[in-house]
């Protein structure tokens, strides 16, 4: 039986913020008997200059983006909102009829958020390991709105958590950050900010899981000003761990 080949995107945030997130991800899916290969050319999405109102740019990245990636069976990447640009967003950057969107709606199926490609493809609700924590999970809107993807994302904390996983008020609603939004608008962003903190605070739990970068910049931004004594963990570096912890090493 071949072994499953998946090729990684690793988003800029990631790459230059947020590292531990890439290596978890990759360590998650090696330890579940995932071959991964990592393409060096890659880069950007392109995201941040579509939503800045760069089409032309957005249109540049995107090509390169399809080029790189084109031949890839599956492409797994820790950000929802990456995984969004290039499955709702890349086909509309082209002409009808051209070949670029052609290319891009012949991708855009191919590429998965982390717990959406481990839930719905490989068929993996338990990774493995356990989590001795009270945790709770935040919905990124992205993750939620853009990719539908929520249940899974629960189904893998649940498997490590079990009962001590508890849902938060308001676990839907945005965190404030949006990308640009946070930087044109930073007194809205900060108000939203406060709101999703209080929800998490609520809920009692020790840990707050997502499985989107920016969230986590900006919700851990604001805790560790704050409230230091709590944690924010990216739902791959978070299933990292508790598959270590199964493995008794």
Known sequence: MRTMEVSLFIPCTVDVLLPEIGV????VLERLGVKTVYHESQTCCGQVFLNAGHAQKA???AC??????????FVVSPSGSCVHMVRSCYPDLFPAGSLWRARALDLAP???ELSQFLVDVMGVTDPGGSFDATVTYHDSCHVLRGLG?????????????????????GADSCCGFGGEFSVRFP???????????????????????LNEPGCLLNIGG?????????????LA?????????GSGR
Do not use: N, W
């Open 64 to 73: 390169r983006f399809i080029e790189i990636f084109s031949k890839d069976d």
């Open 24 to 27: 978890a991800t990759c360590r």
């Open 237 to 245: 570096v978070f299933l990292d761990e508790a598959m270590e912890r």
């Open 187 to 209: 007194e809205i962003s900060v108000a939203i900010l406060k709101d999703k903190v209080q929800s998490f605070l609520d809920s009692r739990a020790d840990v707050l899981v």
């Open 110 to 112: 191919r590429v998965f």
């Open 59 to 61: 249109r540049r990245a």
């Open 149 to 169: 993807v929520s249940r899974q994302a629960r189904m893998l904390v649940d498997a490590a958590a079990g009962p001590r996983r508890v849902e938060m008020p």
């Open 222 to 234: 604001y805790l560790h000003r704050h409230h230091p004594e709590k944690r924010v963990m990216h």
